[in-house]
């Protein structure tokens, strides 16, 4: 009987591993939305309803879709893409960035508007 206790403790923690996990604080791929900045020195994307700065590491495709779409360095963009989001850290050019988010796939890229992010600015 104690045995049978102890594997059905075991079974519920195992079946419960991410049980009460809030996705935004959570490690790891995910889709995120968001205002994405580049220029020399600068890969920076704040997601919708966060005030973090995240530094975005991308294949060169990333950048040539982005160059399109701008006309100066440091022009926002919206962004959707899909990656992989590190834990809270120091990240990019002179670690002004706490995550880091390694782009896997871009889902939407555009001239941001300032309703993006659901902001009536």
């Known amino acids: ?3 049978l206790a102890w594997f059905l403790v ?3 923690s195992i079946g419960c591993g991410g049980c009460g996990d809030d996705p935004s604080t959570a490690n790891g791929s995910l889709e995120v939305a968001g ?3 580049g220029g ?3 890969s920076f994307f704040v997601p919708c309803g966060t005030a973090e700065t995240w530094w975005v590491e991308a294949d060169p495709a990333f950048q040539q879709q ?3 779409l701008v006309t100066r360095d440091y022009e926002p963009v919206f962004v959707r893409m899909r990656g992989d989001r590190s834990a809270l850290g120091t990240y990019g050019h002179q670690g ?3 995550r880091e988010f390694v782009v896997k796939e871009v889902l939407e890229m555009r001239r941001a508007i300032s309703t ?3 902001s009536q600015e």
């Open 40 to 42: 020399f020195e600068s």
């Open 116 to 118: 993006d992010c659901g």
């Open 10 to 12: 075991i079974l519920v």
């Open 35 to 37: 205002t994405y900045e």
């Open 1 to 3: 009987m104690r045995l």
């Open 96 to 98: 002004l960035a706490v």
């Open 66 to 68: 982005y160059a399109a």
